[in-house]
């Protein structure tokens, strides 16, 4: 068995993890069939990645503005419009798929409730046994010495007490005195000693969600000072998807705050740093 006391330190300073497992994927060929059976063209930006071209393709669809009808020509200017008009309801079309690690549960309780555009599924502590569980120090509590090992008494405490109250409960004795069949009854007992275990205990969780409800989290969830955690997913997020989308998401930056933490600010979108994009004309 793992002593999640040895491992805190190095968990701590490696931080969260996100890994991107899911992208959008456009059927370009087959968008050029639907283009030729309507007679019309499109001028594709050169430099526009997959989700930026679903984006712009679903919301021209709407007016049919292609070939000599595309005013805002180039993608992203065509997508800061959208933007800032705050018609958002194409960047649904847009999702991606992560597995996000080194959290606590006491992050993931915030983050499921953003319910729309998102969907969840979380390491589970009913069926999964957390007798090696490790937990997550908070940046605030590990400058301070005295803080650091009173944190580390106290989850050590918890563990310990999990332990005890899982091997009483898994017992053959107590089990007979039940009439749940196995597996309910692996259930109930981790649920009972699960009740003693911490909000900074690590979760993993895999979650999906659309370019809309993300903009809307980091918006929202991004740049709170105090919540340290929050604002370190929401950069990772944020780093992760600009080398994915960056137009779907030029108008947020990645600052630094005083401690050196990362904050996610939400920006006005400056048409003069534009730069003139390469366009391509598609099925004329």
Sequence with gaps: ??????????LRSEGPKLFLVGRPNFDYNSFLGFLETEGESWLKSEEASTPENIVEVAGRLCYMSFGSRQFRKCNKDYIDNLIKQGHESVLEHVSWSFILTGVSRAFT????????????????????DENDA??????????????????????RQSKRAYQELLGFLQSDAFHRLTPLEKREFH???????RSVLPNATETKIFFTANARAIRHFLAIRGGIP????????SALMLETL???AAALFSDFAIEQMDDGSPIVRQIPIDENTKEAPALKEVAR
């Design 187 to 193: 259930r109930a007992v981790r649920t009972a000693a």
């Design 134 to 155: 490790t937990f997550v120090m908070p940046n605030i509590i590990a400058r301070f010495e005295n803080l650091v090992k009173s944190w580390r008494r106290s989850v």
């Design 226 to 233: 105090g919540d340290e955690e929050m604002r370190i997913v």
């Design 1 to 10: 068995m793992k002593n999640n006391i040895d491992v805190l330190d190095k």
């Design 242 to 244: 600009n080398q994915e």
């Design 109 to 128: 309780h915030q983050l499921v409730r953003h319910r729309v555009g998102f969907s969840f599924s979380q390491l589970s502590q009913q069926y999964h």
